[in-house]
């Protein structure tokens, strides 16, 4: 990434303007595709001819071609503009490593990578059984656990923290973020008696990474 005007510095400034781009860019290639979606769903491949070779009659053919262009156009400067981001993070991270006062690059670092990227999870629900307090805060099977209550990819070892968590924290609710669907859910988890076994009603397995 060039240097802004002047040759001055990156600050966090000329990040968030990026961000704040990056943002604009991402709603127009949303509303294309919702554009799509209104012409009888037609995605980005489906054909703009009938079985006889016809433009098709039921659909505004220069809309659709205008929002495939449109889309496309938009995805190339999404990924220039992420790549401006990353070179722009590096840079402000590194200065204020240099300053010994990182503190606002790193928690924009770590605001921007929740946007680029999904935290790691390290354990994923492969059971619920229904009516269970798991069933009932809305925990599903192949949910990817990111953080349960104070466990996290960094201090989770095997799954006697999740238990030790759990045990303290009976009728209590936990916060409880997942990966499902490819996207973050948050789920408030009340461990508590139940007609079954255990506090929870669920099984959790580790990822193995």
Known sequence: MAEPAGGRPVTVSDVQQLVRRKDEIEAQIKACYELLEGQKG?????????????????IDLYQVRTARHNIICLQNDHKALMKQVEEALHKLHAREKEKHAKDEAEALVEAMSQQ???????????????????SVSGLQVDDEIVEFGSVNVNNFQNLQNIATVVQHSEGRPLSVTVIRGGRRVHVGLTPKRWAGKGLLGCNIIPLQR
């Not at 489906?46 to 016809?54: H, I, K, M, Q, T």
């Open 42 to 58: 037609v995605g980005m491949h489906e054909p703009l001819v009938d079985a006889e070779g016809f433009p098709r009659a039921d």
């Open 116 to 134: 680029q990227s999904l935290p790691q999870a390290f354990a994923k629900v492969n059971a619920v059984t229904p009516g269970s307090p798991a």
